[in-house]
């Protein structure tokens, strides 16, 4: 059974542009979250989708947004750049709605570098 | 809100010698806890969780943890240490709403040295 897949893996933007970071659930999972992790802050929590619906979101400004596909898959994008965005994102799947899931499957991530 | 805090940004223990990862939480309601494990360049595997059955969990790789509600802890142990071993640990607690939210500690950095 295929993990949970996240492109690209690396890329480097200047400060000002837009990316897209994509990810693919495992099969069968219907929620998708996104956390962004650095070293100063960790691991802080974006916003999770359950059947294309935003069900969480965390405390980050607007420019990042996200949505998600009728076949689970989601996006992420951030727009106007700045070089505080320069992370690793991951994105993490579980089966079920709801607090009774609880675990989440994480891919491997995209790391971001903004110059 | 919930938090957790891990105690130790990093530990350093000798191959063979027990490892100690301490974690302590605070929630609203009773709470789901997990350690994830994080090797460079790679995303969070689960090495365990707590979901108020046992309140010892045991999980992959030898490790186990212990759920403590009267000091709120959910401390990562393993008895013997192997280079293997060596990664980042993220204690985490759910979310009291439902919702597959996590909310992680800072990590802490395991170093094993032979």
């Known amino acids: 059974k295929a993990g949970v897949t996240q492109t690209p893996r690396y890329l480097i933007k200047t400060r000002g542009q837009q990316v897209t970071l994509s990810c693919s659930p495992i099969?069968?999972?219907?929620?998708v979250s996104w956390y962004q992790q650095t070293p100063g802050q960790g691991l802080q929590f974006l916003f999770e989708y359950f059947s294309e619906t935003q069900r969480n979101k965390g405390n980050f400004p607007g420019r990042f947004s996200g949505r998600q596909f009728s076949n689970s898959r989601s996006e992420m994008n951030v727009s106007t750049l700045e070089l505080g965005d320069s992370a690793l994102y991951l994105c993490a799947s579980s089966f079920l709605a709801g607090k009774d899931t609880g675990e989440l499957f994480f891919g491997e991530g995209s790391r971001l570098t903004v110059l | 809100a919930q938090s957790v805090t891990q105690l130790g940004s990093h530990v350093s223990v000798s191959e063979g010698a027990l490892v100690l990862l301490r974690c302590n939480y605070s929630?609203?309601?009773?709470?789901?806890l997990f350690w994830y494990v994080q090797y460079p360049n790679q995303g969070l595997q689960l090495l365990l969780k707590y979901t108020s059955a046992a309140t010892l969990v045991k999980g992959i790789n030898g490790f186990e943890a212990e759920f403590k509600k009267s000091e709120t802890s959910f401390h990562l142990t393993k008895p013997s240490a192997h280079m293997s071993d060596a990664a980042e640990y993220f204690c985490a607690v759910s979310d009291p709403f439902g919702y597959s939210t996590l909310t992680f500690g800072k990590g802490t950095m395991l170093l094993v040295s032979p």
């Open positions: 929630s609203s309601v009773p709470p789901y």
């Open positions: 099969s069968g999972h219907r929620s």
